[in-house]
Structure formats: structure tokens, C-alpha cells
């Protein structure tokens, strides 16, 4: 595991691979390994699963229908995190060395975890994809050359959300009320700040209510909001069981459900199924489409399922969640497919992966090309801004699924970016990080 | 018939107090420490440093400290989690704050800082015995993480509330914190550090002030008939304790992890360490590092067991397996040996004097 | 005077007076300090609210009196005994039964376990110090954990037993947009009674209930008149699964099945410190108090330092009360001698 990063380090491993397992396959050194941080187990695990499995059966179909990306093969291993910061170093440390190439790209799949690995894979010169979660100020490249924040950040999520809820009370949020409830830690606490600069803005009274991890209490959280403050609007940055909980609670106490609206990991089938019919109306952000209408997915079908679209379902096919997985990895694919352009179709390092991820682009022509049409809006990174400048949508929960409600919300970075770059200025300077220079 | 200690004869009170009263003790001694300083670093490769030793090494210093108040004291505490939460906090803030001291310092200070917390919150010890306690500790545990995770303040107005430990050097040249430190000088800091830390526990436990705690773990009453003043005896465990438990909720911030949410010293963490202490062993020094090591290598072991055997199962299932067995293992030794790892090790020791010709 | 009368009178003037004090004090804070906010009716709709949610924490802190009462175990597997109870039940309930049908055939699979935890826990352990106990029902704790999920699948399940979700608002003529009541936590409450009822009548009336107490009181002059140990602990462990079964049902239902409610025990801990680890009435009314204590203090206090208190108020609660009385509100006193 000490080996160095060169090719004699992949051939040995390839050889010692191939003599320890007699069934190897034979293109197992032209594969590209992506490690898969996920969590199946834990309290998280009902959300973490379909993730999972969309990752996992989106690389396998790639595998099946092109052999590949450009005739390389993709290694796929995953560890269990539980969503637990230290199991999640541990996992990171653990799959560092165990794949047959040097690890394509990381996909934490936790704040936490994510905040715990900037500064490991900064220094093993490994990127991180933190879609939709993570640091909102990494979107600043310079300080943050390793980690990337593509579609959007909670921030540039906030903003959407107020930029709906404006358009929807008719262009003037002022003296209007909007509250928060928020699970009280690193995730939950992301958005303040940008809501409360809008709420100045906008001239809206803004108040936020924590709930305490793992959420199953919000009883008073919901009284106070739904009998006290009474708000116009309400927005929601939960996880796991704290989502249906919230839902149920909201329903308590007679609060209307079209006016509440949850972040993208907020908003997904576990959240809304057990809280029944209470959650018809129910809104959330969303990044990507939800449903299994895309030829991307019905191959997932053909090739992972042979055709067969119950056992496909019972893997959550076209869950939110399951799409979300599946975005992912299009988004670590496309980016290894824009290293190979530059560095031909080869296994690509970690450090050859990151300039396919600063250099990504995906066009709409290229979302249609991938059977994706309509999946996602374009994004197109750079040096700079490791965002992407993607955007949102409001998507509602008609009783039975999720269903589109509105169009694709632009959030508004000329006022986040300067945000992020303050917020990055701060991180460099108690780091002692000198920002590189994006020319 | 190696291990004996005939014909070891004690010659003075320095001899016959040693910790390591018998020959063959004090050869194995030199020759781990031998294999822990200059082996371990040597062959072991960094995942095994970073995801193996240093953690372990950070749980041991927490168990020990645990193991004070507990196994020494007879008081039992579920607020390990949040005085560590007070450590990795009151040192992040010393550290950003004069920039100019040395790590080793901020360590030591945090450590004093827990103290005094430990202090405040062991007062109702005086008052409230057995499982009951466990609330005060509890209610510490619960405040604690709530005040770091509320107040800005302790983050340096971070806006997700995550403090990141600042690069520092323990020696010129040398980091130890932050991404800079190589693994193997976390890991060598790691050992010195807690080796003496463990140093003066031994001694602490053997000196007066141990034995007082250890007649008021027995019964408080009754030592408080002999002389021993029960206010005096608890509050000190309790100040020593915290002390310990704060510089590893210190080390784990800044030398494991490096980066640190006040969730991560939730009441998990006040079991996991609960555990060490009592599977290793309750009133034991050595039940400390033994019960961290089989706390932190176990889960690893276990899920990484099937891939080592070649095995295709799902994680779903390595998951969930690798809780059944941890469950089954720590009831099995707690059948085998009610009384911890270290209990186990000393019955090994008494069998090994008297092999291979036992009477 | 009657003593009986006189404590009677005490019980029942007591807390009315003690709530009517809180809610003044709350209205003198709020008019002080105008981040707070107090009304009458608001104040009464919280307390009900909070009265209704601490029947759903005694119900769990229950199964842990009912261990700790017979064999002086704390067993710390009680919260993963409620996931395991309420994932078994759905499981049986997704293969076609009837709910009422799974509800036996679960309560049978509780018994089982029961018998396994006596049989390679507790026989091997008899005599140990509580703590070691203690640490062994953590290992079964860990166990179940994986085992339930290992089993019936990680992810959420939907309990419906048809309890109503309806929520109606009464008083609406003394208090402005009157108060609301949650039909949910009305039945829940309701349920929670019977349970206590049931239980009591149990250990008072019946040979088995009996027994149960003198082993309570002493295990070795309980061995020595006879009463098989044993069978007292397979009973107490399956009545305490089944009273997991239910607690697990009612939470089940509230938030879906899934891993965390094992967690929900951390909840039924300041209850059960506060009631006392051995009284049922107890854990009754420990469960009241904090359920109360703890959402008034969010809603009226929490404004001033941010919110999400109601997790650390619950214990400090129990401290404040532990410190007047050491043994919980209705514990056993306890005698020390040398």
C-alpha cells in the first residue's frame, strides 16, 4: 500500500491481483478504478441505498453496453461509511491503495466526511466531487484546486429557493416571513449565512429552527412554526428520518404543504412515502430529473437488469435518489472522458482526472447525446469556478411521484461568487494556502 | 520456565516499587518499545499509521482517562464525548488564537481547560451514586456538544461550524497537524506523548491519591470513615480524567482527523470509549490501551475480512454482519472473562510462570 | 389529618399549581424580553402537546424498568428490541398477515429472543457486577441491530394500522384559534395507559406478578422460597419485549420504520432517571414531566440562545430533580451500610 504512483506500481499490483485471484479479468490492468465512499448500513442508510445502487448500476452498464469509456474499463469498489466521519477516513485510507489504477475520483457523499478528506486527498493530489453538498466556498478553484462542487452549492440552492418563492408571491418578498428548520449541524448550518444576506435584500423576516440530530423530535420545532411564527414560506435542510418526521409534523399542525419546500436531499421517496397522504404538495429542489423516461436508464435496464424492470425497481430504478446516483456518475464519467481527451483513451491518474473535471463541459447536445435529454442542465466549469454554474428546479410530490413544477431556477452567482471567495480567503489564510493563479 | 522470576532478589524500596518488578517484564518492555518506535513506523504503510495506530493511540489516551474516573474512581461517566468536544474546541481556539505557542502547550492547556469542566460537572457526584450519575455525565455530554455546536464563537464564525486544525510543527521542521504531517511523525508524536501521559497515571495510581480513590470506588462511605474526604477524592478523579479525555479529544482533532464538527463528539463516542474501559478492563492501565485496540481494530478486521478471504459478499451484508459479530464478541468475552482483556492477560501470566510444569 | 388524604390532596394540587407557576414565570420572561413570545393558549396547546409526546417516551423507558426492576440489569438493547420488534412486525405484516395476526406471531418471535438472551447471556453472567451486565446487553444491542436489518432490509418501511392522523382544535371559544390536538398522540396516550394498567394489575395480582417483585427485592431469598429465576427473567425479558413491540408500533408509525429508532432509547433515559429505574408509575410520570418540560422550554425558552435546547434541558431536568431526590422521583430509597 506504499506503493508510489507510477505505472510499475499499477503493473505489480495488476500481477499480484492476478495471481492471487485465479478468475481475473484479463483487461483488469486497462481498468480505471473509481472508489465509492457509500453507506448501506447506519441510520442513513434508507437514502443511502438508492444512491448506491445508481452509481453502481450506471458504471456497470457502461461496462456492459461500451465495455468501457473509450475501451477502459471501469473498476468499481465501494466501502460502507455509515455516513460516519471516521469509518469514512478510514474508507478513503482503505480504498486509496485497493483498486488497479490510482483512484479516478471521489464521491464522499456526506458533509462531513467530505470536509474530513479536502486536506488527505489535496495532499495525495486526488479530486473530490461534492455534488450538491460539501463546502459551498470550494466552488472557488484557486484555493480549492482538488475539490469540485458541480451541479450547485447549498448556497446557490438557497438562493434558487428564494428566487422561486419571490416569483410565486408575485416579485416582492418584502414583509413576507420565511423560516429554516434545519438539522443542526455542519449540513444544516450551510445556508444561513446566504439566507440571511437575502433576507436583507429582499426584505423578508427570516428565522431558523435547528432540530437536533437524528430528527425524530420536532414536535415544538413545528409548533412554534406552524401555531407561533406562521411563515409565508417554509425551507428545509434535512436528512434521513428527519425529512419524513418534519413532514408528518408540518401535517400536525395544519401547515400547508405547497408552501414548504426542501433542499435536493430532501426530496426524495423515503421522505414523502411514510408520511402518507400528508405529504401530497410537497415541494423540494431538485438538480436532475426524477423518473425512468431517459434511454440512459432503460439501458441500465437492458444491460444491469437483462430487461428486467421489476428486480430493476426493486433496486430503486428511478427513484430520486437513484437518479441522483446515476448523475453522479455521469458527472465522474463524463469528466474521465474529458481527461482522455487530452491524455488519450488510457488510465488516467488522480491528478490527470482533476483537469478532466476543471475542463468539463456538458452541453445540452451532449446530455441528449448520453440519452440524458432533459435529465440535467448544462454546466461548464473551469479553472476558476468549480461549480459549474448549474441550476434547479422546483419538482412537487403529487401523492404517487415526483413531478416537475417548475423551470429551471439560474441561481444568482455574481452575488454568491463573491460569497465563496471570501469565505475561501478566510480558509486560505488560516490554512497558509497561497491561492493559485487561474490564467 | 522463561518467564520466572526466581532468584530476583529486591535489594532496595526503588526495586521493589518499580511498575516492572520482574526481569523478563522489563526485556519485553524494552523490546515493544523498540518494535513500537523503530519498526512500526519502518514497515507499517500509511493506512495502517493513519487509519490503525493513530486512532488507536488517541482512544487509548480517552480510555485511560475514562478508566480514572471509572475503573479507579467507581464513577461512572457517559460525558466522555463532550470533554473531548471541550479539548478539540478550547485548543482550536488557543492554537488560532496565539499562533506563537507551541502545539505541545495548547495540548497541555486544553487539557487543564477540560479539567476544570470536568470539575464543575462532577459536583453532583457528591450527591447522586451508580447509574444515576450517568445522568449528570449525560447532561454534560448533551450541554457540551450543544455549546460548541451553537455558538460561532468556538468555530471562528465558520459558517458550517467545522474547525480545521491550523499547521503546526512540533519540532522545527516537524508538523504534526494539518495535511502537512507525515503520518509516521503523527505517529511517533502520538507515542511519546501518550506514553508519558500513561507514565504518570501508573504513578498516580499508585501514589496516595489513588488509593483514595480506589477506597471510595469500593465504598464511599467507608472510606470516608477512614479520613478520606469524598469531595476531595471525586473531584480530583474527576479533574484527572477530564484532563486526559481532553487532550484526546484535542489529539483527535488536530492529529487524527484534522477537521472536526462538534457532532463528532456525540454520545457514540462516549459509548465507544465506555466500552474500552470496560472490555479491556476497569481499574487497569494496560485494560485501557487493550480495550482501544480491540474497540478500534475489531470493526476494521471484520469488514475487511471478507476481501482479505477473497470473498464477493455486498457491503450491505459485510455491514450488517461485521455489527452482529462485534455484538456476539463483546458478549462472548464478557462470559470468558468478565473482568476484561487485562484480567485475561494477567491469568496468562500466572500460567506462563508456572509452564510447562504446572503443579 | 388523614396522611393518605393529605398526600392525596398533595398529588392532585400540586402539579396544576407547579404548571400555573411555569406559566407565569414564562409570561413575566416574555414580556421582559422580546425575543420570546407567550400567550395562554399557546402555552396550554405546548404542554398537552409535550404531556402526549412524554406517554411515547415512557412507553419505551418501560421495557427498560421492567429489566432493571427484576434483575437489576439496565438494558441497553431496549431501544434495537423496539427496531427489531417493529421491522419483525412489518415484515410479517409485508408477507400478507393481518396486523393483529403479526402482532401475536411477533410477540412470539419477542419470546424467542427472550429465551436466547436468558439462555447465552444472562446464565453465564449471574452474579457479575451490574456494569458488566450492563456492557453485555450492549453487545446485544450491536447484535440485534445488524440481525433486524440483516433480515428485513435497511430501508424504510411504512406502518399503517389505521390509528387516525386526524388533528381537531378545542377551546376554540376561551382561547384565540383555540388548541390544537394531535388525534395521533391522543392515541398513543391512550395506548401508553392500558399498557401501564395492564402492567400494574400484572405485578399485583397475579402468581407470576408476584414472584416478579420478590425476585425484585431479592434474588437469593426469592431462590430460596422457591420461584425458579430462571423463568422469572425469560418472562420479565418477554414482557419487556413486548412492550418494546408496541413502543415500536407507536413510533413506527410516527416516522416509519427504520434504523433510528433504535435511537429513540437516548429519549427514555432522563424519563427513566427521573421516574426512578424501578417504579412503573415512574416511568409514567417521569415521562410526563420531561415530555412537558422539555417542549415548553423549547418553544418559550429556546428563542433566547438559538433552540434545539429540549436535548440537554431533558437531562438537566432530571439533574435538577436527582438532586433533591438521589434514587429518581419514585425509586427505592437507598439504604447504605457499612
Same mark, same amino acid.
Given at each position: 500500500?506504499?506503493?508510489?504512483?507510477?505505472?510499475?506500481?499499477?503493473?505489480?499490483?495488476?500481477?499480484?491481483?492476478?495471481?492471487?485471484?485465479?478468475?481475473?479479468?484479463?483487461?483488469?490492468?486497462?481498468?480505471?478504478?473509481?472508489?465509492?465512499?457509500?453507506?448501506?448500513?447506519?441510520?442513513?442508510?434508507?437514502?443511502?441505498?438508492?444512491?448506491?445502487?445508481?452509481?453502481?448500476?450506471?458504471? #456497470?452498464?457502461?461496462?456492459?453496453?461500451?465495455?468501457?469509456?473509450?475501451?477502459?474499463?471501469?473498476?468499481?469498489?465501494?466501502?460502507?461509511?455509515?455516513?460516519?466521519?471516521?469509518?469514512?477516513? =478510514?474508507?478513503?485510507?482503505?480504498?486509496?491503495?485497493?483498486?488497479?489504477? =490510482?483512484?479516478?475520483?471521489?464521491?464522499?457523499?456526506?458533509?462531513?466526511?467530505?470536509?474530513?478528506?479536502?486536506?488527505?486527498?489535496?495532499?495525495?493530489?486526488?479530486?473530490?466531487?461534492?455534488?450538491?453538498?460539501?463546502?459551498?466556498?470550494?466552488?472557488?478553484?484557486?484555493?480549492?484546486?482538488?475539490?469540485?462542487?458541480?451541479?450547485?452549492?447549498?448556497?446557490?440552492?438557497?438562493?434558487?429557493?428564494?428566487?422561486?418563492?419571490?416569483?410565486?408571491?408575485?416579485?416582492?418578498?418584502?414583509?413576507?416571513?420565511?423560516?429554516?428548520?434545519?438539522?443542526?449541524?455542519?449540513?444544516?448550518?450551510?445556508?444561513?449565512?446566504?439566507?440571511?444576506?437575502?433576507?436583507? =435584500?429582499?426584505?423578508?423576516?427570516?428565522?431558523?429552527?435547528?432540530?437536533?440530530?437524528?430528527?425524530?423530535?420536532?414536535?415544538?420545532?413545528?409548533?412554534?412554526?406552524?401555531?407561533?411564527?406562521?411563515?409565508?414560506?417554509?425551507?428545509?435542510?434535512?436528512?434521513?428520518?428527519?425529512?419524513?418526521?418534519?413532514?408528518?409534523?408540518?401535517?400536525?399542525?395544519?401547515?400547508?404543504?405547497?408552501?414548504?419546500?426542501?433542499?435536493?436531499?430532501?426530496?426524495?421517496?423515503?421522505?414523502?412515502?411514510?408520511?402518507?397522504?400528508?405529504?401530497?404538495?410537497?415541494?423540494?429542489?431538485?438538480?436532475?430529473?426524477?423518473?425512468?423516461?431517459?434511454?440512459?436508464?432503460?439501458?441500465?435496464?437492458?444491460?444491469?437488469?437483462?430487461?428486467?424492470?421489476?428486480?430493476?425497481?426493486?433496486?430503486?430504478?428511478?427513484?430520486?435518489?437513484?437518479?441522483?446516483?446515476?448523475?453522479?456518475?455521469?458527472?465522474?464519467?463524463?469528466?474521465?472522458?474529458?481527461?482522455?481527451?487530452?491524455?488519450?483513451?488510457?488510465?488516467?491518474?488522480?491528478?490527470?482526472?482533476?483537469?478532466?473535471? =476543471?475542463?468539463?463541459?456538458?452541453?445540452?447536445?451532449?446530455?441528449?447525446?448520453?440519452?440524458?435529454?432533459?435529465?440535467?442542465?448544462?454546466?461548464?466549469?473551469?479553472?476558476?469556478?468549480?461549480?459549474?454554474?448549474?441550476?434547479?428546479?422546483?419538482?412537487?410530490?403529487?401523492?404517487?411521484?415526483?413531478?416537475?413544477?417548475?423551470?429551471?431556477?439560474?441561481?444568482?452567482?455574481?452575488?454568491?461568487?463573491? #460569497?465563496?471567495?471570501?469565505?475561501?480567503?478566510?480558509?486560505?489564510?488560516?490554512?497558509?494556502?497561497?491561492?493559485?493563479?487561474?490564467? | 520456565?522463561?518467564?520466572?522470576?526466581?532468584?530476583?532478589?529486591?535489594?532496595?524500596?526503588?526495586?521493589?516499587?518499580?511498575?516492572?518488578?520482574?526481569?523478563?517484564?522489563?526485556?519485553?518492555?524494552?523490546?515493544?518499545?523498540?518494535?513500537?518506535?523503530?519498526?512500526?513506523?519502518?514497515?507499517?504503510?500509511?493506512?495502517?499509521?493513519?487509519?490503525?495506530?493513530?486512532?488507536?493511540?488517541?482512544?487509548?489516551?480517552?480510555?485511560?482517562?475514562?478508566?480514572?474516573?471509572?475503573?479507579?474512581?467507581?464513577?461512572?461517566?457517559?460525558?466522555?464525548?463532550?470533554?473531548?468536544?471541550?479539548?478539540?474546541?478550547?485548543?482550536?481556539?488557543?492554537?488560532?488564537?496565539?499562533?506563537?505557542?507551541?502545539?505541545?502547550?495548547?495540548?497541555?492547556?486544553?487539557?487543564?481547560?477540560?479539567?476544570?469542566?470536568?470539575?464543575?460537572?462532577?459536583?453532583?457526584?457528591?450527591?447522586?451514586?451508580?447509574?444515576?450519575?450517568?445522568?449528570?455525565?449525560?447532561?454534560?455530554?448533551?450541554?457540551?456538544?450543544?455549546?460548541?455546536?451553537?455558538?460561532?464563537?468556538?468555530?471562528?464564525?465558520?459558517?458550517?461550524?467545522?474547525?480545521?486544525?491550523?499547521?503546526?510543527?512540533?519540532?522545527?521542521?516537524?508538523?504534526?497537524?494539518?495535511?502537512?504531517?507525515?503520518?509516521?511523525?503523527?505517529?511517533?508524536?502520538?507515542?511519546?506523548?501518550?506514553?508519558?501521559?500513561?507514565?504518570?497515571?501508573?504513578?498516580?495510581?499508585?501514589?496516595?491519591?489513588?488509593?483514595?480513590?480506589?477506597?471510595?470506588?469500593?465504598?464511599?462511605?467507608?472510606?470516608?470513615?477512614?479520613?478520606?474526604?469524598?469531595?476531595?477524592?471525586?473531584?480530583?478523579?474527576?479533574?484527572?480524567?477530564?484532563?486526559?479525555?481532553?487532550?484526546?479529544?484535542?489529539?483527535?482533532?488536530?492529529?487524527?482527523?484534522?477537521?472536526?464538527?462538534?457532532?463528532?463528539?456525540?454520545?457514540?463516542?462516549?459509548?465507544?470509549?465506555?466500552?474500552?474501559?470496560?472490555?479491556?478492563?476497569?481499574?487497569?492501565?494496560?485494560?485501557?490501551?487493550?480495550?482501544?485496540?480491540?474497540?478500534?481494530?475489531?470493526?476494521?478486521?471484520?469488514?475487511?475480512?471478507?476481501?482479505?478471504?477473497?470473498?464477493?459478499?455486498?457491503?450491505?451484508?459485510?455491514?450488517?454482519?461485521?455489527?452482529?459479530?462485534?455484538?456476539?464478541?463483546?458478549?462472548?468475552?464478557?462470559?470468558?472473562?468478565?473482568?476484561?482483556?487485562?484480567?485475561?492477560?494477567?491469568?496468562?501470566?500466572?500460567?506462563?510462570?508456572?509452564?510447562?510444569?504446572?503443579? | 389529618?388523614?396522611?393518605?388524604?393529605?398526600?392525596?390532596?398533595?398529588?392532585?394540587?400540586?402539579?396544576?399549581?407547579?404548571?400555573?407557576?411555569?406559566?407565569?414565570?414564562?409570561?413575566?420572561?416574555?414580556?421582559?424580553?422580546?425575543?420570546?413570545?407567550?400567550?395562554?393558549?399557546?402555552?396550554?396547546?405546548?404542554?398537552?402537546?409535550?404531556?402526549?409526546?412524554?406517554?411515547?417516551?415512557?412507553?419505551?423507558?418501560?421495557?427498560?424498568?421492567?429489566?432493571?426492576?427484576?434483575?437489576?440489569?439496565?438494558?441497553?438493547?431496549?431501544?434495537?428490541?423496539?427496531?427489531?420488534?417493529?421491522?419483525?412486525?412489518?415484515?410479517?405484516?409485508?408477507?400478507?398477515?393481518?396486523?393483529?395476526?403479526?402482532?401475536?406471531?411477533?410477540?412470539?418471535?419477542?419470546?424467542?429472543?427472550?429465551?436466547?438472551?436468558?439462555?447465552?447471556?444472562?446464565?453465564?453472567?449471574?452474579?457479575?457486577?451490574?456494569?458488566?451486565?450492563?456492557?453485555?446487553?450492549?453487545?446485544?444491542?450491536?447484535?440485534?441491530?445488524?440481525?433486524?436489518?440483516?433480515?428485513?432490509?435497511?430501508?424504510?418501511?411504512?406502518?399503517?394500522?389505521?390509528?387516525?392522523?386526524?388533528?381537531?382544535?378545542?377551546?376554540?371559544?376561551?382561547?384565540?384559534?383555540?388548541?390544537?390536538?394531535?388525534?395521533?398522540?391522543?392515541?398513543?396516550?391512550?395506548?401508553?395507559?392500558?399498557?401501564?394498567?395492564?402492567?400494574?394489575?400484572?405485578?399485583?395480582?397475579?402468581?407470576?406478578?408476584?414472584?416478579?417483585?420478590?425476585?425484585?427485592?431479592?434474588?437469593?431469598?426469592?431462590?430460596?422460597?422457591?420461584?425458579?429465576?430462571?423463568?422469572?427473567?425469560?418472562?420479565?425479558?418477554?414482557?419487556?419485549?413486548?412492550?418494546?413491540?408496541?413502543?415500536?408500533?407507536?413510533?413506527?408509525?410516527?416516522?416509519?420504520?427504520?434504523?433510528?429508532?433504535?435511537?429513540?432509547?437516548?429519549?427514555?433515559?432522563?424519563?427513566?432517571?427521573?421516574?426512578?429505574?424501578?417504579?412503573?408509575?415512574?416511568?409514567?410520570?417521569?415521562?410526563?414531566?420531561?415530555?412537558?418540560?422539555?417542549?415548553?422550554?423549547?418553544?418559550?425558552?429556546?428563542?433566547?440562545?438559538?433552540?434545539?435546547?429540549?436535548?440537554?434541558?431533558?437531562?438537566?431536568?432530571?439533574?435538577?430533580?436527582?438532586?433533591?431526590?438521589?434514587?429518581?422521583?419514585?425509586?427505592?430509597?437507598?439504604?447504605?451500610?457499612?
Amino acid at each position: 500500500m506504499m506503493f508510489k504512483r507510477n505505472g510499475l506500481a499499477a503493473a505489480a499490483t495488476a500481477v499480484l491481483l492476478a495471481t492471487s485471484l485465479a478468475a481475473v479479468d484479463a483487461r483488469a490492468q486497462e481498468a480505471q478504478y473509481f472508489p465509492g465512499l457509500q453507506y448501506r448500513s447506519g441510520p442513513f442508510a434508507p437514502s443511502g441505498i438508492p444512491f448506491a445502487n445508481g452509481f453502481r448500476d450506471y458504471l #456497470a452498464m457502461l461496462n456492459e453496453r461500451d465495455g468501457g469509456v473509450n475501451g477502459i474499463r471501469i473498476h468499481y469498489e465501494e466501502c460502507d461509511t455509515a455516513y460516519n466521519n471516521d469509518r469514512g477516513v =478510514e474508507c478513503y485510507e482503505r480504498l486509496k491503495g485497493a483498486g488497479p489504477s =490510482e483512484p479516478a475520483v471521489w464521491n464522499p457523499l456526506s458533509t462531513g466526511i467530505t470536509y474530513a478528506l479536502i486536506e488527505r486527498a489535496t495532499a495525495d493530489k486526488a479530486p473530490i466531487i461534492s455534488m450538491g453538498y460539501g463546502r459551498a466556498d470550494a466552488s472557488d478553484g484557486r484555493v480549492f484546486p482538488y475539490v469540485f462542487t458541480l451541479p450547485a452549492t447549498y448556497w446557490a440552492g438557497a438562493d434558487a429557493m428564494i428566487q422561486y418563492v419571490k416569483d410565486q408571491e408575485g416579485g416582492d418578498l418584502s414583509g413576507k416571513k420565511i423560516a429554516l428548520v434545519y438539522f443542526d449541524g455542519a449540513y444544516g448550518k450551510e445556508p444561513i449565512p446566504t439566507l440571511e444576506r437575502l433576507s436583507k =435584500e429582499e426584505g423578508f423576516t427570516f428565522r431558523g429552527f435547528p432540530v437536533a440530530s437524528p430528527g425524530l423530535e420536532q414536535k415544538a420545532t413545528w409548533l412554534q412554526i406552524g401555531r407561533q411564527f406562521r411563515p409565508d414560506w417554509t425551507l428545509m435542510w434535512g436528512w434521513g428520518v428527519m425529512n419524513s418526521t418534519a413532514i408528518k409534523e408540518a401535517a400536525a399542525v395544519g401547515y400547508p404543504m405547497e408552501k414548504f419546500i426542501g433542499i435536493w436531499w430532501s426530496g426524495s421517496e423515503n421522505d414523502v412515502m411514510p408520511a402518507g397522504d400528508a405529504a401530497t404538495g410537497y415541494k423540494s429542489l431538485g438538480f436532475h430529473a426524477p423518473g425512468t423516461d431517459f434511454p440512459a436508464i432503460q439501458d441500465i435496464v437492458a444491460q444491469v437488469y437483462d430487461g428486467d424492470e421489476a428486480r430493476a425497481k426493486e433496486n430503486n430504478l428511478g427513484h430520486v435518489l437513484y437518479n441522483r446516483g446515476v448523475m453522479n456518475a455521469v458527472l465522474s464519467v463524463e469528466a474521465m472522458r474529458t481527461a482522455q481527451e487530452e491524455y488519450g483513451a488510457r488510465v488516467l491518474t488522480g491528478e490527470e482526472m482533476r483537469w478532466g473535471i =476543471e475542463n468539463l463541459e456538458i452541453t445540452a447536445e451532449r446530455w441528449k447525446e448520453m440519452g440524458l435529454e432533459g435529465f440535467a442542465n448544462p454546466i461548464k466549469l473551469s479553472c476558476e469556478d468549480h461549480e459549474g454554474g448549474g441550476s434547479a428546479f422546483i419538482q412537487q410530490w403529487d401523492g404517487d411521484s415526483w413531478e416537475i413544477a417548475s423551470d429551471w431556477i439560474l441561481p444568482n452567482r455574481t452575488e454568491l461568487r463573491p #460569497a465563496y471567495e471570501a469565505s475561501a480567503a478566510q480558509y486560505a489564510k488560516e490554512k497558509g494556502i497561497t491561492p493559485r493563479e487561474c490564467n | 520456565m522463561l518467564y520466572r522470576e526466581a532468584g530476583q532478589f529486591k535489594t532496595s524500596y526503588g526495586a521493589d516499587q518499580a511498575i516492572f518488578p520482574i526481569r523478563q517484564d522489563r526485556i519485553a518492555l524494552v523490546l515493544f518499545a523498540g518494535i513500537a518506535v523503530l519498526a512500526v513506523p519502518v514497515l507499517a504503510s500509511n493506512y495502517f499509521l493513519e487509519t490503525i495506530f493513530v486512532p488507536f493511540l488517541v482512544f487509548a489516551l480517552a480510555a485511560l482517562g475514562l478508566n480514572i474516573l471509572t475503573g479507579y474512581c467507581g464513577q461512572l461517566s457517559l460525558g466522555t464525548g463532550g470533554f473531548m468536544a471541550c479539548g478539540a474546541f478550547f485548543s482550536y481556539k488557543l492554537a488560532v488564537g496565539i499562533p506563537e505557542l507551541h502545539i505541545v502547550l495548547v495540548f497541555l492547556l486544553a487539557g487543564l481547560g477540560t479539567a476544570a469542566v470536568g470539575v464543575l460537572f462532577g459536583l453532583p457526584s457528591l450527591r447522586i451514586k451508580g447509574f444515576y450519575l450517568a445522568v449528570a455525565t449525560l447532561a454534560a455530554q448533551f450541554f457540551l456538544v450543544w455549546v460548541f455546536n451553537k455558538f460561532p464563537w468556538w468555530t471562528n464564525y465558520s459558517p458550517s461550524g467545522v474547525i480545521s486544525a491550523p499547521p503546526r510543527d512540533v519540532l522545527p521542521g516537524l508538523a504534526v497537524t494539518g495535511a502537512g504531517g507525515a503520518p509516521a511523525v503523527k505517529y511517533l508524536f502520538l507515542l511519546v506523548f501518550v506514553a508519558v501521559l500513561a507514565l504518570v497515571a501508573k504513578n498516580l495510581v499508585r501514589s496516595r491519591i489513588g488509593r483514595t480513590w480506589m477506597a471510595t470506588r469500593d465504598m464511599d462511605i467507608a472510606a470516608e470513615i477512614i479520613g478520606i474526604r469524598p469531595l476531595w477524592a471525586k473531584l480530583s478523579a474527576f479533574a484527572v480524567s477530564s484532563f486526559y479525555i481532553g487532550i484526546a479529544g484535542a489529539l483527535w482533532a488536530f492529529v487524527y482527523t484534522g477537521s472536526v464538527e462538534a457532532l463528532a463528539f456525540q454520545i457514540d463516542r462516549s459509548f465507544q470509549v465506555l466500552f474500552m474501559v470496560i472490555i479491556g478492563g476497569l481499574g487497569s492501565i494496560l485494560g485501557s490501551f487493550l480495550g482501544a485496540a480491540f474497540i478500534v481494530l475489531l470493526p476494521i478486521l471484520l469488514s475487511n475480512v471478507p476481501s482479505l478471504l477473497g470473498l464477493q459478499i455486498s457491503v450491505e451484508i459485510i455491514s450488517h454482519l461485521e455489527f452482529m459479530v462485534f455484538g456476539a464478541l463483546i458478549v462472548f468475552f464478557l462470559v470468558v472473562e468478565p473482568h476484561g482483556l487485562a484480567r485475561l492477560w494477567q491469568i496468562a501470566k500466572e500460567k506462563l510462570r508456572l509452564w510447562p510444569f504446572p503443579y | 389529618m388523614n396522611p393518605i388524604a393529605l398526600r392525596f390532596g398533595f398529588w392532585v394540587l400540586a402539579p396544576p399549581l407547579l404548571i400555573a407557576a411555569i406559566g407565569f414565570g414564562l409570561q413575566g420572561l416574555a414580556a421582559a424580553n422580546s425575543a420570546l413570545f407567550f400567550t395562554w393558549g399557546f402555552f396550554l396547546e405546548v404542554l398537552l402537546a409535550g404531556l402526549l409526546q412524554g406517554v411515547l417516551y415512557a412507553l419505551v423507558a418501560l421495557g427498560f424498568v421492567l429489566i432493571f426492576k427484576a434483575s437489576g440489569i439496565f438494558n441497553f438493547a431496549q431501544g434495537s428490541m423496539v427496531l427489531f420488534a417493529a421491522l419483525t412486525l412489518v415484515g410479517f405484516i409485508g408477507m400478507g398477515l393481518h396486523w393483529t395476526l403479526a402482532f401475536i406471531v411477533t410477540a412470539g418471535v419477542m419470546v424467542l429472543l427472550a429465551m436466547v438472551v436468558e439462555k447465552v447471556v444472562l446464565r453465564p453472567l449471574v452474579n457479575q457486577p451490574h456494569i458488566i451486565l450492563f456492557m453485555a446487553t450492549i453487545g446485544i444491542f450491536y447484535f440485534l441491530d445488524g440481525f433486524g436489518q440483516m433480515l428485513w432490509g435497511s430501508d424504510v418501511k411504512m406502518l399503517d394500522i389505521g390509528i387516525t392522523k386526524e388533528t381537531t382544535f378545542i377551546l376554540e371559544g376561551v382561547f384565540e384559534g383555540g388548541i390544537l390536538v394531535n388525534g395521533f398522540d391522543l392515541v398513543a396516550a391512550l395506548v401508553g395507559a392500558v399498557l401501564v394498567a395492564v402492567l400494574a394489575v400484572f405485578f399485583q395480582y397475579t402468581r407470576v406478578g408476584r414472584a416478579l417483585r420478590a425476585v425484585a427485592d431479592d434474588h437469593q431469598a426469592a431462590l430460596s422460597v422457591g420461584i425458579p429465576l430462571k423463568t422469572i427473567w425469560v418472562i420479565v425479558w418477554s414482557v419487556a419485549g413486548i412492550v418494546a413491540l408496541v413502543a415500536g408500533i407507536m413510533w413506527g408509525s410516527k416516522a416509519g420504520v427504520q434504523f433510528s429508532l433504535a435511537l429513540i432509547a437516548l429519549k427514555a433515559l432522563p424519563v427513566l432517571i427521573l421516574g426512578g429505574f424501578t417504579s412503573i408509575p415512574g416511568a409514567i410520570v417521569g415521562g410526563l414531566i420531561i415530555g412537558a418540560g422539555e417542549q415548553v422550554a423549547e418553544v418559550f425558552l429556546g428563542p433566547l440562545v438559538g433552540g434545539a435546547i429540549q436535548e440537554w434541558f431533558a437531562y438537566m431536568l432530571a439533574l435538577i430533580f436527582l438532586l433533591f431526590r438521589p434514587q429518581g422521583l419514585f425509586g427505592e430509597r437507598i439504604i447504605e451500610r457499612i
